[in-house]
Nanobody, 124 residues
Framework: QVQLVETGGGSVRAGDSLRLSCTAS????????MGWFRQAAGKEREFVAA????????KYADSVKGRFTISRDNAQNTGYLQMNNLKPEDTAVYFC?????????????????WGQGTQVTVSS
């Protein structure tokens, strides 16, 4: 299994931007889809975005569509989540995950490796 480490979280104001990174090691990152999920305090973990193993397909939750962009650099074993125009409701711990197969899944059941998470806090 691949090991994943997220970085780039922080505390920002509404309207600001952040870029999260997810660095993989110990496995074949480029063989699998990658996803970003988030979990706000007291809530269930929810899907944010996913990208296929080649980067040719992406999918977003409606709540982030048009503001967030997922990408990956397989040569660097790294995935990214560019978050623009952040809102207070984006506040959560963000997790990256490596998929079981190469195509996109919006369910966390489609992923078998998870990072430890990085906190994103957006104030109004």
């Amino acid at each position: 299994q691949v090991q994943l480490v997220e970085t780039g979280g922080g505390s920002v104001r509404a309207g600001d931007s952040l870029r999260l990174s997810c660095t993989a090691s110990g496995g074949t990152f480029s063989s699998y889809a990658m996803g970003w999920f988030r979990q706000a305090a007291g809530k269930e973990r929810e899907f944010v975005a996913a990208i296929s193993r080649t980067g040719g397909s992406t999918k977003y939750a409606d709540s982030v569509k048009g503001r967030f962009t997922i990408s990956r650099d397989n040569a660097q074993n790294t995935g990214y989540l560019q978050m623009n125009n952040l809102k207070p409701e984006d506040t959560a711990v963000y997790f990256c995950a490596s998929g079981i197969i190469g195509i996109i899944s919006t369910s966390d059941l489609g992923y078998d490796s998870w990072g430890q998470g990085t906190q994103v806090t957006v104030s109004s």
